[in-house]
């Protein structure tokens, strides 16, 4: 079975992701309220954002193999998070996508799966 990871391409490909991923988040007018519930320096972020999505794509596990199980929605219960900060967060997220992603069908899945784990994080109505 080949997995979201090697389709990708590895590990380079989802740095690229993340890292475009917070440069969107930094430039986007429409994502302040997202950018605002993380530190000012991104680097921590994107290290473990790479780390989990590197998991949660099919390859390695490094975020667990560091911190263990993610955890994500209690990891994420200190924020408020309803639908505009999910939306937010998937507007950066499928801009990335598409602006990284050469495989529109690779591209529409990893969509699809993100808004399930965006929905997944809300803590707000």
Known sequence: ???????IGGAEKVRALVTRFYQIM????ESYGIRQLHPENLQ?????????????MGGPALYVQE?????????????SISASERDQWLLCMDNALHQELENTILCQELSNAFAKLADHMR???
């Open 26 to 29: 930094d430039e986007l007018p």
């Open 123 to 125: 803590n707000k109505p």
């Open 44 to 56: 921590g972020s994107q290290e473990k954002l790479f780390k989990y999505l590197c998991g949660w």
């Open 67 to 79: 911190y263990g199980h993610p955890m994500l929605r209690r990891r994420h219960l200190p924020f």
């Open 1 to 7: 079975m080949t997995t979201h990871y090697n389709r």
